[in-house]
């Protein structure tokens, strides 16, 4: 494939994986907070020009792309060759794997982990603010052949080890 998007739950390591294919591949990886944030994780690039971006970068013949922003990933969806759905089986191991990235990450604070956990009860329950928003599953189920989910690190690695051959 030419055209890689990665979705998924928070923490479940689109990052690492999208480098890793990058590696396997030899194409250029970028994530939707690339394009999201002005600066990183604190402040947030105009809508439009975040759109505008990342339109562009699905324009090229190849990429990988990872992320979570709905709004972004949504022109890549049709675009893409193949698309990874990385998801937890449970919000208990979700919230684990975002504790320990947590705890090593030096610049996040508390209150950031705080947050991220309820925007992830949030999302994957489809209450308070994200009520009514679709979610990641929803937004793939249209391009199911070419979808593979993974559900568990094992999942991750087997199919990195099919591209690194």
């Avoid at 591949?25 to 402040?43: C, N, P």
């Avoid at 060759?81 to 089986?89: H, K, N, P, Y």
């Avoid at 090593?104 to 991220?116: A, F, I, Y």
């Amino acid at each position: 494939p030419q055209r890689v998007l990665i979705v998924g739950d928070a923490g479940r390591g689109k990052t690492t994986f999208a480098r890793r294919l990058s590696s396997a591949l030899g194409i250029e990886a970028h994530s939707t907070d690339d394009f999201y944030w002005k600066t990183k994780f604190t402040e947030k690039q105009d809508p439009q020009v975040s759109l505008k971006a990342i339109e562009m970068a699905y324009r090229n013949s190849s990429w990988i792309i990872e992320g979570t922003t709905t709004n972004l990933i949504k022109g890549g969806l049709e675009k893409a060759d193949i698309i990874f759905l990385l998801e937890f089986r449970t919000i208990l191991s979700q919230w684990w794997s975002i504790l320990k990235r947590h705890l090593g990450r030096r610049e996040e604070r508390l209150r950031d982990l705080v947050v991220l956990l309820r925007h992830v009860f949030y999302t994957r329950y489809g209450i308070g603010y994200k009520r009514g928003a679709p979610t990641i599953r929803q937004l793939v189920h249209p391009y199911s052949a070419k979808l593979v989910t993974l559900s568990s690190y094992r999942d991750i690695d087997r199919c990195l080890e099919s591209f690194e051959k």
